[in-house]
């Protein structure tokens, strides 16, 4: 119950985070081999921390990878940890170490594919693109077609991108996010179509 207390606190935009760590603590000391609390603990203490709660969330975390080295999540929060401080080599090696423990990480997946769209590097990104999307199989998400069309307008693919968003526009009309018609007018721009950009 502390533990859900805890995270709720943590994950509140205006929660006392210093009052979480407390009963996150606590609740660690009864359990100490309890994964979740102490993943939660470490997400407490980043958020109480003000900025230097990076210390202290390290070595939970790392706590409860002792308790179980499979625990992707824990490997995952690390990778986010480093990505604050802009430590790519230390990003990418627990990532890599999320999905090498759990192959249907998504959200490690997601990390990894605008690692490399970001660097330029779109065959990779398109690879991990695709392991996301298989990652939430049998579940689909039209979203992931903007993912695509960014991947192609990048790739400057004009008319790929201009299908995915169309394809997410056709799928999702009214609830179309605003990012959708960015892309594509700046494709309809770049194909010199004015009126339809």
Known sequence: IATAIGRAITDAKNG??????KLLEDAAI??????????QLGN???????????GPAFQTYKKALEVNPGFAMASFRLSKLFESQKNWDLVMQYLNEAIAKDAKFTAAY???????????KFDEAEGYLQKYIDSKLPETDIQDQFLYG????????I???????????????????????????????????YENA
Do not use: W
């Not at 009864?30 to 993943?39: A, I, S, V």
């Not at 407490?44 to 990076?54: H, I, V």
């Not at 960014?150 to 693919?157: I, P, S, V």
């Open 16 to 21: 006392d985070h210093k009052y979480a760590v």
């Open 30 to 39: 009864k359990d100490p081999k309890n994964t979740e609390t102490l993943l």
């Open 44 to 54: 407490a203490y980043r958020k109480a921390g003000e900025g230097s709660g990076g």
């Open 110 to 120: 997601y990390e990894l594919f605008y690692y490399y769209f970001y660097r330029a």
């Open 150 to 157: 960014q991947l192609c307008y990048a790739r400057k693919n």
């Open 159 to 193: 008319d790929c991108a201009i299908t995915k968003g169309d394809a997410v526009v056709a799928n999702t009309g009214k609830n179309t996010k605003p990012k959708v018609y960015r892309m594509l007018a700046y494709a309809y721009f770049d194909k010199g179509d």
